[in-house]
């Protein structure tokens, strides 16, 4: 990235904490035109911030397009990150909207349904039966913590969700996995 693209993304990123609502739809329509990577939290951060719902709709967009290099790693980080909480939801979706491979990140995934809101289950939830491939040994260990944790939700529809869960693992393992 030459010093002049990213000293205008660096303009763009700060332009997306302006109290200036043309200011930020213009930086949104710069960083959809150049943005990287490297978007992604200061998208997240203004998102955080943002109470218009057209701004909130369309940063929103941006994120669930985004086939950046190192777009997983970033919104990995996002997710660990207690900044975006508030956001949760939207970063969990972005990773199936976008269609982002993270076949490496199942134990995560499993960690956020068992321990997020009914919401944040089911973007879990959706994230894990669109992921195409899961390696055999993280779905089976996976598998063993969701059925440990199965019906000790109180939220009946987080529960309902959970179980599915433990259906999409089972299947993808193969009908032996459902006998045990």
Same mark, same amino acid.
């Given at each position: 990235?030459?010093?002049?693209?990213?000293?205008?993304? #660096?303009?763009?990123?700060?332009?997306?904490?302006?109290?200036?609502?043309?200011?930020?739809? /213009?930086?949104?329509?710069?960083?959809?035109?150049?943005?990287?990577?490297?978007?992604?939290?200061?998208?997240?951060?203004?998102?955080?911030?943002?109470?218009?719902?057209?701004?909130?709709?369309?940063?929103?967009?941006?994120?669930?397009?985004?086939?950046?290099?190192?777009?997983?790693?970033?919104?990995?980080?996002?997710?660990? #990150?207690? /900044?975006?909480?508030?956001?949760?939801? /939207?970063?969990?979706?972005?990773?199936?909207?976008?269609?982002?491979?993270?076949?490496?990140?199942?134990?995560?995934?499993?960690?956020?349904?068992? $321990?997020?809101?009914?919401?944040?289950?089911? $973007?879990?939830?959706?994230?894990?039966?669109?992921?195409?491939?899961?390696?055999?040994?993280?779905?089976?260990?996976?598998?063993?913590?969701?059925?440990?944790?199965?019906?000790?939700?109180?939220?009946?529809?987080?529960?309902?969700?959970?179980?599915?869960?433990?259906?999409?693992? $089972?299947?993808?393992?193969?009908?032996?996995?459902?006998?045990?």
């Amino acid at each position: 990235m030459t010093a002049t693209k990213k000293s205008r993304m #660096d303009l763009a990123f700060a332009s997306l904490l302006s109290d200036d609502d043309a200011q930020v739809l /213009t930086a949104l329509t710069r960083i959809e035109a150049q943005g990287d990577a490297r978007a992604i939290k200061p998208l997240l951060a203004a998102l955080v911030r943002q109470s218009d719902p057209r701004i909130q709709q369309r940063i929103a967009e941006l994120l669930f397009q985004v086939k950046a290099k190192d777009a997983v790693a970033e919104l990995i980080s996002a997710l660990e #990150d207690p /900044t975006f909480r508030s956001v949760r939801q /939207t970063v969990l979706a972005t990773f199936w909207n976008a269609g982002l491979d993270v076949r490496e990140h199942l134990d995560l995934f499993i960690t956020l349904a068992l $321990e997020g809101n009914a919401e944040e289950c089911f $973007e879990c939830l959706t994230v894990i039966e669109n992921q195409e491939i899961w390696p055999e040994k993280a779905a089976r260990l996976g598998l063993v913590r969701l059925r440990k944790e199965v019906g000790k939700d109180t939220d009946a529809y987080k529960g309902a969700m959970l179980s599915d869960l433990v259906k999409v693992l $089972e299947y993808r393992l193969g009908a032996e996995e459902q006998t045990d």
